[in-house]
């Protein structure tokens, strides 16, 4: 089974420029979290999609936007981007994310890095 | 705000070594607690997960010790090894509206040396 696929793996943007992220989930997999990774920040959640709705979100702007396709896939967009965005963008795919479901693991993709200059 | 604290932010083990790493949440509402294993240019991989009603997992060199009391959790990885060099992230789960939503911790880098 495949895991789930980020693209693109590098990004370099200038400030002010837009960025659409995607992420495939694992086949199956109906639930698909970003999470912003920064040194010294950790993983910082900025939202969840199950069957093309957003159910969570984090603290993040509303430069930060997602949205999610029929087949589960997923993007996410930045816009006006500033230096601070300079970060690793993980996408993680679980079933179908439900807070009891004891196989309710998270699956991380490998992430793409963006720098913004 | 942040709900998990992790400590120490980098770790320098010897070969064969205990390597320890602590984590403290403030919210009662967690109800799973998962620790992800990131190497270089990966994404975190889940590398094993504690329930607050046990107070101990072990799975092969891997230990979490869970205080429930203290709202405190470890990992101890026993007889470390060069390979077990990558950066570890604890997390809690909690409900959201029936749903998971997973707070990590900032991450501790683990380097094992020979």
């Known amino acids: 089974k495949a895991g789930v696929t980020q693209t693109p793996r590098y990004l370099i943007k200038t400030r002010g420029q837009q960025v659409t992220l995607s992420c495939s989930p694992i086949?199956?997999?109906?639930?698909v979290s970003w999470y912003q990774q920064t040194p010294g920040q950790g993983l910082q959640f900025l939202f969840e999609y199950f069957s093309e709705t957003q159910r969570n979100k984090g603290n993040f702007p509303g430069r930060f936007s997602g949205r999610q396709f029929s087949n589960s896939r997923s993007e996410m967009n930045v816009s006006t981007l500033e230096l601070g965005d300079s970060a690793l963008y993980l996408c993680a795919s679980s079933l179908e994310g439900q807070a009891l479901g004891l196989n309710e693991k998270l699956f991380f993709g490998s992430g793409t890095q963006l720098s913004v200059l | 705000q942040q709900q998990v604290k992790q400590s120490p932010q980098s770790l320098i083990v010897q070969k064969g070594g205990i390597s320890i790493i602590n984590c403290a949440y403030e919210n009662t509402a967690f109800d799973y607690f998962p620790w992800y294993q990131q190497f270089p240019g990966k994404g975190p991989a889940l590398l094993i997960a504690i329930r607050p009603d046990v107070s101990e997992k072990k799975e092969g060199r891997f230990t979490i010790s869970f205080n429930k009391s203290a709202k405190q959790f470890s990992l101890h990885i026993m007889d470390s090894q060069p390979g077990d060099s990558a950066t570890y992230f604890c997390?809690?789960?909690?409900?959201?509206?029936?749903?998971?939503?997973?707070?990590f911790g900032t991450g501790t880098k683990l380097q094992v040396i020979p």
């Open positions: 997390a809690a789960r909690m409900n959201s509206g029936g749903y998971q939503k997973v707070t």
């Open positions: 086949s199956g997999h109906r639930s």
